[in-house]
């Protein structure tokens, strides 16, 4: 019985190495493309045009407007007026901001008002913006107007009361929320999942080419790990570096990794802004200890805050910064390879067209879709089922001791 689960173990700690790094390309692919940025502004496009169908046409336009805004970006791109020569289309993306709250988005459309110029259906765009600020919603108003018929059903005994009532409605009412307050939360779910979408089709690519480029077959795999009892010992003592490695990459909290959008983990952001200071210690002096960040936008727009010095000087350092955070990226990658080399499991990956075809011979195309498959269940999946698996061990080897034990006995 221990067998079958060391060999278990030894293949899902293989499948957790892979899956860390098809985790660590997401999380690059999501910094590099700006997906975050890219997401929120269609998330605001959408919000304006269901709002107002008359801003259909400019939508994109006043979203883009609006997340541009140096006050609201907080990528160093935004300082820009024009895009980078041989990167328009990628400067672009990186120039939007990556988060926005609603008290922000309300303002960056009050200002947009100062600029747009242009007509939409025979409106000013700048009209039909101060139209979507200044509606209040209907559900805030409907809920007033039912306060507002109760208190005129009280009795006249109650006059003193209904007086601290009504004052306190008026206070209620001058800061009620706009449509666009009102709807913001809703549209930044659904921005929200489009995102960890469109990262959940990066990781099923990922898996794919994985399982074909490194010529992982399950069934071999299986295979190998049952007949080498050296190779699936090893990689079953290997469980915990793995796991370490998965708790970085995953930014795993209470023992349990999350499925969850791919960001940059916050120990890595740290290592970077560590890394940052020690590289450019007159520069940063006077910085102070970075708190934990989220996600990488927020780390360089807190260097960015408090920094000392011009523009220039501080897109210099974010810069950087985001250089560095790559650069750690892939050395965790480098860690996790070797974790998995020491434990005597190599990714050996197809160098010829040959070798590409001989995949495709009897069950081993079927071993690697099944590959493909598990992998693409996420890193998550599989820190959670080594977990599972790690925690029953010691049982079932007490089981087997004792069964042993029993045996031997006459």
Do not use: C
Not at 106 to 122: D, I
Not at 221 to 226: D, V
Not at 294 to 308: G, I, M, Q, T, Y
């Amino acid at each position: 019985m221990l067998q079958y689960l060391d060999t278990i173990i030894a293949f899902v700690v293989i499948l957790l190495g892979v899956s860390l790094l098809i985790t660590i390309l997401t999380q690059t692919i999501s910094a590099l493309m700006g997906y975050r940025g890219t997401n929120l502004l269609w998330g605001i496009r959408t919000l304006l045009s269901n709002i107002e169908p008359g801003l259909v046409d400019k939508a994109e336009e006043i979203a883009t407007e609006v997340l541009r805004t140096p006050i609201i970006s907080d990528s160093l791109f935004s300082k820009f007026a024009r895009d980078l020569p041989l990167l328009g289309s990628l400067t672009k993306r990186w120039k939007l901001a990556s988060a926005i709250t609603p008290q922000e988005l309300v303002r960056g459309l009050n200002n947009t008002v100062q600029t747009m110029a242009t007509t939409s259906k025979g409106k000013a765009t700048g009209e039909l913006i101060k139209e979507v600020l200044n509606t209040v919603d209907p559900e805030a108003d409907r809920n007033a107007q039912m306060v507002l018929e109760t208190l005129q059903k009280l009795s006249p005994n109650t006059a003193i009361q209904m007086d601290k009532i009504v004052e306190e409605l008026k206070t209620t009412m001058q800061g009620s929320i706009g449509k666009v307050e009102a709807w913001f939360d809703t549209i930044m779910k659904r921005t929200s999942q489009r995102f960890t979408s469109q990262m959940r089709i990066w990781t099923i690519v990922f898996a794919v080419l994985f399982a074909f480029g490194a010529k992982l077959d399950s069934f071999e795999i299986l295979r190998q790990l049952w007949t080498s009892p050296q190779l699936r010992a090893s990689l079953v003592s290997d469980r915990e570096t793995i796991l370490r490695e998965a708790s970085v990459v995953l930014s795993v909290q209470s023992g349990t990794a999350q499925v969850a959008s791919p960001s940059v983990p916050p120990q890595i952001l740290g290592n970077a802004m560590k890394g940052l200071k020690g590289i450019e210690k007159e520069a940063t002096a006077g910085l102070g200890d970075a708190p934990d960040f989220s996600n990488l936008d927020e780390a360089v727009h807190w260097l960015r805050k408090n920094l000392k010095g011009d523009e220039t000087l501080k897109e210099k350092l974010a810069g950087e910064y985001e250089k560095l955070v790559l650069t750690e990226l892939s050395a965790q990658a480098d860690k996790i390879k070797q974790d998995l080399a020491k434990a005597g499991f190599q990714l050996q990956i197809v160098t010829s067209w040959n070798e590409f075809k001989k995949l495709f011979e009897g069950l081993r195309l079927l071993g690697i879709l099944v590959t493909a498959g598990l992998l693409s269940l996420g890193a998550p999946f599989w820190f959670n089922a080594l977990k599972t698996l790690s925690n029953l061990r010691p049982l079932v080897a007490n089981s087997a001791t004792k069964t042993a034990i029993e045996s031997t006995q006459p």
